[in-house]
C-alpha cells in the first residue's frame, strides 16, 4: 500500500533552518505530483510547495522566496528546506501524493492529493 513518511521537523529559533524528508513507498514515486502542506490546529491546511515528476515547482504566496522543494526520484523523496523561519511558520507538516490518472488542477488544495504521511512538527520560537 502505499506510504508516505515524513522526518526532519524540530524546534528552531527565528530566522534559522530546517530540511524536512519524505518517503514514498508502495506506488512509482516518480510518476506522481508531490506536496507540502501544513496546519495549525483549528485552522484549515495550507498548500506550501508542490512539484510535479520532472521537477516544475510551486509555491504558497506565504513562503515564496524562503521555502524550497525538491525530489529526487532515485530515493523515492521528496525535499522541503525551509529557511529564514518565522514563529508563524510553527505547524505541523504533512507531505502528500496525488497517485491518480491526472495531474491535479489546483496544485494547492488538500482535495488533489490522495496520500498523506503522518505530519512532522515544526516549531519557531521568536
Known amino acids: 500500500q502505499v506510504q508516505l513518511v515524513e522526518t526532519g521537523g524540530g524546534s528552531v529559533p527565528s530566522g534559522g533552518s530546517l530540511v524536512l524528508s519524505c518517503v514514498g513507498s508502495?506506488?512509482?514515486?516518480?510518476?506522481?505530483?508531490m506536496a507540502w502542506f501544513r496546519q495549525i490546529p483549528g485552522k484549515e491546511r495550507e498548500g506550501v510547495a508542490a512539484?510535479?515528476?520532472?521537477?516544475?515547482?510551486s509555491y504558497g504566496d506565504s513562503v515564496k522566496g524562503r521555502f524550497t522543494i525538491s525530489r529526487d526520484n532515485a530515493k523515492n523523496t521528496v525535499y522541503l528546506r525551509l529557511k529564514s523561519l518565522k514563529p508563524e511558520d510553527t505547524a505541523m507538516y504533512y507531505c502528500?501524493?496525488?497517485?491518480?490518472?491526472?495531474?491535479?488542477?489546483?496544485?494547492?488544495?488538500?482535495?488533489?492529493?490522495?496520500?498523506w504521511g503522518q505530519g512532522t512538527q515544526v516549531i519557531v520560537s521568536s
Open positions: 508502495g506506488y512509482t514515486f516518480s510518476g506522481y505530483w
Open positions: 502528500a501524493a496525488a497517485v491518480t490518472p491526472y495531474a491535479p488542477v489546483h496544485l494547492h488544495e488538500p482535495d488533489e492529493y490522495n496520500y
Open positions: 512539484i510535479d515528476s520532472d521537477g516544475n515547482t
